[in-house]
C-alpha cells in the first residue's frame, strides 16, 4: 500500500512537471519570481469561479475553430499553481494553454484582463506571421491578435457579459472606438478590449516596478529597426491592445504563416489606423508604409485623438529601403 501510494505520488508529480513545463513554451510575461498563492493576502484578483468561467467562454467558442485545423484545444485550469505567468506550448496535433491561478489572483486582473491572458496564449497558436518559431507567433503579434481577433468574439459572446471589468472609462479609447466603429455594440466591444488591456498593461508596470503609467495617449514613440521577438516595454504592449481593437478587419480574415501584412491592418491596405505599433513591429515589405493608390477607406474626422493615435505610428519619418 505504502509503495504503491508512493509511485502515485511520483507519477503525480511527473504529471505535474509536464504540465508546467517552460520547454518549448511562450509565456505572457517574462520570467519572474512573483508568486501569489491560493488563501494569499495578496490574492485580489479573480477567484475560481470567475477564473473557470473565462475558460468556459473561450473553450466554447475556440475549441470549434481549432478542431476546424485539424487540432485539439487543451486548456490546463492550474488554479492551485502560484505562478504569475501563463504560458503556451505545442504537443503533436494538440494546442496547450497553461492558465495559472496565481496570475489570475493577482490584484491587476479582471475577468476581462484575465480572457485578454487567454487570448494572448491562443494568438502564438492561431497569430500568424510574425513568428518567433516554427509555430509560435511572436509576443508581439499574440498581443495584436488577443484584441484585433480574439476579444471581439469572446466580448461578442452572451456570457462575458457577467464578466468582471475595469470601472473607469478613457476618453483616447472610447473616441478611438467611436470613429472606426458605426455600430454600437462595435464600439462596446472596442473600448472593453481596450480597457482589458490597460488592466493587464498595470500588472506589467507592477512587475517591472516601473514608475512612469501607461497611457493611451502618451504612445511609445520608439520605432525598431529589426523585428523584437522579446516582450515589448510596457508603453508598447499598451499600445499594440489598443490598435489591435481599433483595427476593423473583419474577424473571419485569414491570417497568413508568411506574410504578416495579410489579414491585418496596414496602409497600404487602405486602413487609416489599427495598425501593429513600430515600437516593436518591423514591416517586412516597405509597402506596408504606404497608403493605396486609391484610399478605399475614409479617414475620420481630424482631431486631438486621432493625432494621438497616428502619433504613434511615424510612418512617414520611417527611412524606406
Not at 491560493?38 to 473565462?54: D, K, L, P, Y
Request: aromatic share 8%.
Amino acid at each position: 500500500m505504502k509503495r504503491n501510494l508512493l509511485l502515485s505520488a511520483f507519477s503525480a508529480l511527473l504529471l505535474g512537471a509536464s504540465v508546467v513545463s517552460a520547454s518549448d513554451c511562450t509565456g505572457f510575461l517574462p520570467p519572474n519570481d512573483l508568486k501569489i498563492p491560493v488563501g494569499s493576502i495578496h490574492a485580489r484578483g479573480i477567484i475560481e469561479t470567475q477564473f473557470n468561467e473565462v475558460i468556459d467562454t473561450v473553450e466554447r467558442i475556440y475549441k470549434p475553430q481549432v478542431a476546424s485545423l485539424g487540432k485539439v484545444l487543451k486548456v490546463n485550469r492550474l488554479w492551485t499553481n502560484e505562478t504569475v505567468n501563463a504560458s503556451a506550448s505545442q504537443s503533436g496535433n494538440t494546442y496547450i494553454l497553461n492558465m495559472y491561478g496565481g496570475l489570475a489572483r493577482h490584484e491587476t486582473i479582471t475577468m476581462d484582463g484575465f480572457a485578454l491572458v487567454l487570448c494572448h496564449e491562443l494568438g502564438h497558436h492561431l497569430g500568424g506571421a510574425p513568428k518567433v518559431s516554427s509555430w509560435a507567433s511572436n509576443e508581439g503579434q499574440s498581443d495584436y491578435y488577443a484584441n484585433f481577433k480574439c476579444l471581439k468574439q469572446v466580448f461578442a459572446d452572451q456570457s462575458s457579459m457577467a464578466f468582471t471589468r475595469k470601472s473607469e472609462g478613457d476618453a483616447v479609447a472610447e473616441k478611438g472606438c467611436e470613429m472606426m466603429y458605426a455600430d454600437a455594440q462595435d464600439r462596446a466591444i472596442c473600448v472593453r478590449a481596450a480597457m482589458a488591456g490597460k488592466s493587464v498593461a498595470y500588472l506589467f508596470k507592477t512587475l517591472r516596478n516601473e514608475a512612469v503609467v501607461p497611457r493611451f495617449d502618451t504612445p511609445s514613440p520608439v520605432v525598431v529597426t529589426s523585428m523584437m521577438t522579446t516582450h515589448p516595454p510596457t508603453q508598447c504592449r499598451m499600445d499594440t491592445y489598443l490598435q489591435g481593437s481599433l483595427c476593423t478587419q473583419p474577424v473571419s480574415a485569414p491570417l497568413s504563416q508568411t506574410n504578416p501584412a495579410v489579414g491585418t491592418c496596414t496602409r497600404s491596405a487602405g486602413f487609416v489606423t489599427g495598425f501593429r505599433p513600430l515600437c516593436w513591429y518591423k514591416p517586412a515589405n516597405a509597402a506596408e508604409l504606404l497608403p493605396p493608390v486609391t484610399n478605399t477607406v475614409a479617414a475620420p474626422e481630424a482631431g486631438p485623438v486621432f493625432s494621438i493615435l497616428q502619433g504613434a505610428y511615424p510612418w512617414d519619418s520611417v527611412r524606406l529601403p
